[in-house]
């Protein structure tokens, strides 16, 4: 059988696991939670599965040979960070409130303005993260066709295949597959990295060449500008992926409050440590074909793993790596795809389309379907933009527009509804200021927007207005009201908050 045969199979196996477990699917929470039952294996592979996407296995080596660890602080290490601060700080709070979207914690705890507000920045930020994964399976399928299928033709049969599964499945089909694609993913790329390093004359040589080229080296040039732009790099995925449906949704998504604890700080960790493979791959790609390297990190480092295994790997290596590769981008595309979905029809559709729980379902995977068209026509439209650029600038909406209200909403007491407008309104300013200006030159957007945003915030909540005054009284008896049921009638489980604010 050829590689192409090998390609299909898999991916008609992976359809037919995502329909199987469609069959598990009877209700809302069943789509967008797999009914709050996932061990902890599977809420391990789904955090780990998700963050292994194509910005790590294709998009990551090649910045990594160009620039060393100080130029790819974003990804893996900032994204591998979040999963971990939201174990330890987020996935015990959030689990206890029961609620179906991060959006619905917005709702209940500044009202419905802010929900869509910081929905509307969650939805956008998966535009380009999900385009990226598009983009990538394009690319695959060009390279394993021999360029019979061109890039455009590729994103629209990967588009499809993820589409299908995702949209009859939901979580339940992403966590499945994922549990399949991440033993897929190991042990494909690490059979590669055992292969290409011999080829490279020994895991010696390649370490050595690393460190002789100081590409160990994480720290940026020693000056103010330096400093700025790398945390600004670095906090970009780590603070912008913690406000997001996708990482919600595998806390929200174990059996368990402790499962739910311990998942994202495991997949964390394991996500960081196992990025280091597709580095060290790429490193053993530039000492066996050196030539060919220094053209394609030139032009399109994106070619370089592909690129080694096509020419350099026997038959069965190829087949492990093509089938490592589409497993990391459809695990990634599939919940990148589920997450807004969900979010849109919850915390925006639903305010202005009475939907019981029928159609609730029937809308949700009917939106995953129109988000797969629409982010599919995004990637063709930006056809040959680097896949790591695209998911590093997809977080920055998140970071000044969603973090600061989740954050203070769950640690500060005085956290307010006006703080949080002002917190999305002058983060949202300031960031665009300095994206659209030469300014952004001197100072990172990034940080600057997130600066801002968190001094709106408090500010904002802290001004002696009517609207703060009578917002805090709201909320203090929420508050005693939520402890009285709980000393009294309230399940020991339940952690669901009163009915929400008034917006």
């Known amino acids: 059988m050829t590689l192409i045969g090998f390609i299909l199979l898999y991916l008609l196996v992976t359809i037919g696991i995502g329909v199987y477990a469609s069959m598990r699917v009877k209700n809302t929470n069943d789509f967008a939670l797999a009914g709050r039952s996932l061990p902890l294996p599977m809420v391990i592979t789904a955090t780990f599965a998700t963050w292994f996407g194509s910005e790590t296995i294709l998009g990551l080596p090649g910045r990594f040979i160009e620039s060393g660890i100080a130029g790819v602080v974003e990804e893996p290490f900032g994204s591998g960070m979040a999963l971990i601060l939201v174990g330890a700080f987020f996935a015990q709070k959030l689990y206890k409130l029961n609620i179906l979207t991060i959006g619905d914690y917005y709702r209940d705890r500044y009202g419905r303005g802010i929900e869509v507000l910081c929905s509307i920045f969650i939805v956008l930020s998966y535009l380009g993260w999900v385009g990226a994964q598009i983009t990538a399976l394009g690319l695959v399928i060009n390279l394993v066709t021999g360029g019979y299928v061109s890039v455009t033709a590729g994103m629209i049969v990967g588009a499809s295949v993820v589409l299908l599964y995702t949209m009859v499945g ?22 590669i990295l055992f292969f290409a390093s011999d080829l490279a004359g020994g895991m010696g040589n390649v370490l050595d060449y690393a460190r002789e080229r100081n590409l160990f080296h994480a720290l940026p040039e020693p000056s103010l500008n330096g400093w700025l732009f790398w945390i600004s790099a670095a906090m970009t995925m780590m603070i912008g992926s913690i406000p997001q449906q996708d990482v919600f949704q595998r806390v929200m998504s174990a059996k368990n409050v402790q499962t739910a604890v311990a998942g994202p700080i495991i997949g964390g960790s394991v996500y960081i440590l196992f990025a280091f493979v597709p580095m060290l791959i790429v490193v053993a790609a530039v000492l066996v074909m050196p030539e060919a390297a220094q053209r394609m990190l030139a032009e399109d480092p994106q070619q370089l793993l ?4 096509r020419d350099y790997m026997p038959m069965w ?3 492990l790596f093509f089938g490592a590769v589409l497993s990391a981008v459809m695990s990634t595309a599939s919940a990148t795809m589920l997450a807004p979905a969900t979010t849109f029809v919850e915390n ?3 305010h202005y389309v009475t939907l019981n729980e029928k159609n609730l379902l029937k809308a949700m995977r009917l939106t995953v379907a ?32 969603a ?18 407008y002002c917190s999305i309104v002058v983060g949202g300013i300031v960031w665009f200021v300095l994206t659209a200006t030469s300014l952004g030159e001197v100072f990172p957007s990034v940080l600057g927007g997130f600066i801002a945003s ?5 500010v904002g909540s802290l001004l002696p207005t009517t609207g703060n005054r009578e917002y805090l009284e709201a909320w203090r008896r929420r508050q005693h009201e939520e402890a009285a049921a709980a000393a009294g009638a309230a399940s020991p489980e339940s952690g669901a908050l009163p009915a929400a604010l008034p917006a």
């Open 317 to 319: 290596l190829r087949v």
């Open 370 to 401: 129109g988000f797969a068209v629409m982010v599919l026509l995004y990637s063709i439209y930006f056809e040959g933009a680097a896949v790591y650029d695209m998911v590093a600038m997809a977080y920055q909406f998140p970071v000044v527009g």
């Open 403 to 420: 973090f600061w209200p989740l954050v203070c909403g769950l640690y500060w007491k005085r956290t307010t509804r006006q703080g949080a």
């Open 454 to 458: 968190g001094l709106g915030m408090v």
């Open 306 to 309: 592909p690129t080694l295994v």
């Open 348 to 350: 925006i559709l639903s």
């Open 170 to 191: 939901g979580m339940w089909s992403v966590a499945m597959t994922d549990f399949i694609q991440m033993i897929v993913i190991v042990a494909g790329l690490v059979a």
